[in-house]
């Protein structure tokens, strides 16, 4: 069991930078891939980046490519999410989750954080 709780959201302006964190519970953390998933209202959940379990590689959506930046470090078994150059539409409930490998596709995820919303204004 691994359990996950985000942190950092909040309001913030366009062009602003935020970076949430989740940190997880149990000592399998480094065993797990992070991902990290939006959902706006009226949306779908959409995926946004992933990091692998050792932290060498990372993957995002095109989105957020070049603006968003996924790092973990395993001994404090946390991730975070950098987000930079924000816009309106990256205003969402972000969640963490953590998968055995790294994915896009949100199926794989056996553990959910319960999110921690972001709110862009223009």
């Known amino acids: 069991q691994v359990q996950l709780v985000e942190s950092g959201g909040g309001p913030v302006q366009a062009g602003g930078s935020l970076t949430l964190s989740c940190a997880a519970s149990?000592?399998?953390?480094?065993?797990?891939?992070m991902g990290w998933f939006r959902q706006a209202p009226g949306k779908e959940r959409e995926f946004v980046g992933v990091?692998?379990?050792?932290?060498?590689?990372?993957d995002y959506a095109p989105s957020v490519k070049g603006r968003f930046i996924i790092s973990r470090d395993n001994a404090k078994n946390t991730v975070y999410l950098q987000m930079n150059s924000l816009q309106p539409e990256d205003t969402a409930r972000y969640y963490c989750a953590a998968s055995p490998v790294p994915t896009s596709e949100d199926r794989n995820y056996a553990y959910w954080g319960q999110g921690t919303q972001v709110t862009v204004s223009s």
């Open positions: 149990g000592d399998m953390f480094s065993a797990y891939a």
């Open positions: 990091i692998s379990q050792r932290g060498l590689s990372a």
